[in-house]
């Protein structure tokens, strides 16, 4: 057992130190964990033989991935980017692969290896890539977000490559693998129970595993979380969803199918479902861990004695793969009209290869489509290739933007600015009626709600909602606190809304805060504690019953209006004042007298202007439609002879 | 004449903003001009509760207010008549103590969609577009203010598509400057039918 958590420790503790500081010297997390697997692995010795069966277990943080990457498909979504994605996306991953593959063959690679390498360089790092857009605020222009259309066709095109890779075997590697007698040992086979079965039956087999799963997905999962969630225990939500996807994975395995396919898959499945967010972001740290987990092994297992052999080899190779990656996406650049600087921030930001180039190159070494000795060599230029996208990066910032710019400045700015989403905690009476309004105005909600029976009943009504708890920074996250413009917190609880608004202005300060408050208390705290605008429920709806009030009781209706007017001027007036009385009360902790007093002034005020013409002879209420005085004409009767200049 | 710069205040009426080719760039221009302070009504007011004693305020600091708005059925849209209804008070804009805004001048800058020569008693709008405006003509007279002849584009429906922005946002904004640096011939302008080409004698050189 002890040792079982010094080598947990050693793991951990690499990736503390190292993962940090590599960001902070603008590198990435993902080569932070590389690095921190070198440093554990060959440099130190730390660890050492164990790293294989550890990558076994690792390589669930990328069943994981895609399993998240699944539930990110929105149908809809992909349906808006489909030129992009199928264009640029489908383009930059074929013409990639074969000019990798047609170089491959040249230097007399069978047709099967040179294929493999090429698919494995054609993938970009999104890690790497996405981390480095938000940093610099680059996601919404041109080329960031052709990039991530590109992006987003790999990560799809994986699946298929999964399912490719295993066709392409080379049968002595089989052969000599099964003469070591490791296949079985190797990818847990000893537990497959379709293995001997006649083709015909197996395809069956596979063709109802995975309606079963789509079927399941979509029908068996939504009861099974409703009632996991009415219970109300997050950690039996966590469990469910790590049931879930371990058990698709098992059931993959089991007829010899690859388990992050299956993942995949029940992602998408469940792309729709009111549970996203909340599984999105109860998965999300284990897919962190174990990912990272991944790379570390990947670090891990760097063969030293291959570098010092081969380094002019990886080197040449990196920058080759490089260069390649960076024409083709030029070129595509140039027919999709993606101009200036845009256009060298496409190419430069994707020229490397990625994180699921490890993952393709350990599953062919796994189905015996590249030799390990090959492999290892790739392993490392995929790395190389990674240290140098940052470099890249502050070659695009200090050398091509600012060449740029200065044509681009005196450019019209557009007049179309991007409006972002808005989203709103809480679906009850008042959140329905906001978040109505806003989608029927053509502005993208995302609704949130803890309550799973409240979320169904949206739903039946076709409001788009999700369950799960807003005052979670993760489920925050997942329903895009970044880029959201505006948060509506609509949820009836005093306590929640206050932790909202501090984690939100705390966290995210350029997101607008529109909170509904109970009463005046609420409403002042709220305003302490940074909310942007706050509206106190009952204030409108009870004021709007007063003036109806009014017109019942003879008050001709537009002068029912302008005492309403009145009124309210007469409460915003007075509101600094109020707060400030408040604020001074509350900071002594004692609910002192001078706001009582204060609040009776108030009082008095606002009966006095109903009522009471002001001083000059003018009521507040009519102000401006008040005749001037019987007398008046006098003095125009003075200057002028004539009286009929009048007003 | 020393050469003291005058504050304009523009207070823009535009209830459909999104659908406008002109008077949008118009008060844009307007509002990154030195000297110029420019309100748009509807965004500032947009349930029409307009704040008299600010707005009153406003006139006090500035000594030339320019109206712009696109013609409405002969005069201004709505808001540009209820702040007529509210801010010229008895006692502030007239009557026996209402003298606040003597001295000053009041200038219309609008759009209107008839041709020219539509604005002619031949023509089918039968008014000068001078006499059409006189209700604020004389409304200025009333309170004081020197009127200057309107600041006019015609057939403002096509005339993006016939190129005529740029030049009119060019006049405005030299019209705009030149009554910033109190270059303008005011007794010439409050004499002429209308500002639509800007005459050379209009502008007084520098002393």
């Known amino acids: ?647 | 004449m020393p050469q003291q710069n005058q504050k304009v205040l523009v207070l823009f009426a535009h209830p459909s903003q999104d659908r406008s080719e002109i008077n949008r760039p118009m008060f844009k221009l307007a509002s990154n001009i030195e000297g110029v302070t420019a309100v748009d009504l509807y965004r500032e007011y947009p349930t029409f509760r307009i704040n008299v004693d600010k707005e009153q305020q406003r006139l006090l600091e500035h000594d030339i207010v320019i109206m712009q708005f696109p013609l409405y059925w002969y005069s201004t849209p709505a808001i540009l008549k209820e702040w007529q209804d509210l801010v010229l008070e008895y006692g502030f804009a007239y009557g026996h103590d209402g003298k606040m805004l003597h001295g000053k001048s009041l200038l219309c800058a609008i759009t209107a969609g008839g041709a020219e020569n539509a604005y002619c008693d031949k023509g089918y709008n039968h008014f000068t577009i001078r006499e059409l405006l006189h209700p604020l003509e004389q409304t200025a007279s009333l309170i004081g203010m020197r009127y200057l002849a309107p600041f006019a584009l015609f057939a403002s429906r096509t005339a993006a598509e016939e190129q005529r922005v740029g030049v009119h946002l060019n006049n405005w904004k030299k019209l705009l400057v030149n009554l910033v640096e109190n270059k303008v011939d005011l007794e010439l302008a409050s004499r002429l039918d209308k500002l639509t080409q800007l005459p050379n004698n209009l502008f007084k050189e520098a002393l």
Do not use: C
Request: hydrophobic share 50%.
């Open chain 1, 1 to 647: 057992m002890t040792g079982y958590f010094l080598q947990a420790f050693v793991y951990l503790i690499a990736a503390v130190l190292a993962v940090p500081l590599a960001k902070k010297l603008g590198l990435g997390s993902v080569l932070g964990y590389l690095i921190a697997g070198v440093i554990i692995g060959p440099v130190i010795g730390l660890v050492g033989t164990e790293t294989a069966t550890i990558q076994h277990f690792a390589e669930f943080g990328v069943v994981m991935m895609l399993f998240v990457v699944g539930l990110e498909l929105e149908p809809r979504m992909l349906w808006d980017m489909r030129h992009k994605l199928i264009g640029l996306g489908g383009l930059q991953v074929s013409l990639t692969t074969i000019v990798v593959m047609g170089i491959a063959l040249a230097f007399d690679l069978q047709w099967t290896i040179a294929l493999a390498i090429g698919l494995i360089f054609s993938l970009s790092s999104t890690a790497i890539v996405l981390q480095t857009f938000n940093e610099k605020g680059l996601n919404k222009t041109d080329g960031g977000r052709s990039s991530f259309s590109v992006l987003l066709f790999q990560d799809i095109a994986v699946i298929p490559m999964l399912a490719l890779i295993p066709l392409l075997a080379l049968p002595e590697l089989i052969e000599k693998a099964e003469q070591l007698g490791q296949a079985a040992a190797e990818h847990g086979d000893s537990l497959n129970l379709v293995a001997h079965l006649p083709g015909w039956a197996y395809a069956l087999v596979v063709v109802l595993a995975i309606a079963a799963l789509v079927i399941g997905g979509h029908y068996l999962s939504r009861p099974l979380f409703r009632y996991v969630a009415s219970s109300g225990l997050r950690e039996i939500f966590t469990a469910a969803t790590l049931m879930l996807v371990i058990g698709i994975a098992a059931l993959m395995g089991l007829i010899g199918l690859s388990p992050a396919l299956g993942a995949f898959l029940a992602g998408v499945v469940l792309a729709n479902s009111e549970f996203r967010h909340e599984l999105e972001s109860t998965i999300e740290p284990f897919k962190g861990l174990l990912l990272g987990l991944f790379f570390i092994t990947v670090g891990a297992g760097v063969d030293f004695g291959v570098l010092q052999v081969h380094w002019p080899k990886v080197i040449a190779m990196a920058l080759a793969v490089m260069l390649i990656k960076a024409s083709v996406l030029f070129v595509l650049a140039i027919i999709f009209k993606i101009k200036n600087s845009d256009r060298w921030l496409f190419a430069l930001s994707l020229a490397q290869a990625g994180e699921f180039g490890f993952v393709l190159l350990s599953y062919t070494v796994q189905n015996h489509v590249i030799p390990q000795d090959i492999a290892q060599i790739l392993s490392l230029v995929v790395a190389f290739s990674m240290f140098l996208t940052p470099s890249l990066f502050i070659l695009y910032d200090k050398v091509i933007l600012p060449r740029y710019e200065e044509a681009e400045n005196h450019q019209e700015p557009d007049e179309i600015d991007e409006k972002g989403t808005v989203i709103i905690a809480g679906i009850g009476r008042f959140g329905q009626i906001v978040n109505r309004f806003l989608v029927a105005n053509g502005i993208k909600t995302v609704v949130l709600d803890h309550q799973v029976a409240q979320v169904e009943l949206m739903r039946k009504i076709n409001i788009k909602s999700y369950f799960g708890d807003a005052t979670q920074p993760e489920l925050l996250h997942t329903a895009g606190i970044e880029e959201a413009k505006l948060m509506v917190v609509t949820i009836d609880d005093k306590e929640r809304v206050r932790d909202i608004v501090k984690y939100v202005k705390h966290n995210f300060p350029h997101v607008r805060l529109m909170v509904r408050a109970f009463d005046r208390g609420h409403a002042y705290e709220l305003r302490s504690l940074g909310a942007d605008h706050i509206i106190t429920e009952a204030y409108y709806s009870a004021l709007e019953m007063g003036g109806r009030a009014l017109s019942e009781l003879g008050f001709h209706p537009f002068k029912a209006e302008q005492l309403k007017n009145a009124f309210d001027q007469i409460e915003k007036d007075n509101k600094e004042k109020l707060y400030q009385t408040w604020l001074a009360s509350s900071e002594d902790n004692r609910f002192s007298n001078d706001y009582r007093d204060l609040f009776l002034q108030l009082e008095d005020l606002l009966g006095k202007a109903m009522n009471k013409d002001r001083s000059d002879g003018h009521s507040l209420t009519d102000r401006g439609w008040t005749p001037p005085p019987k007398n008046y004409l006098d003095d125009f009767e003075q200057d002028q002879p004539k009286a009929d200049d009048k007003p």
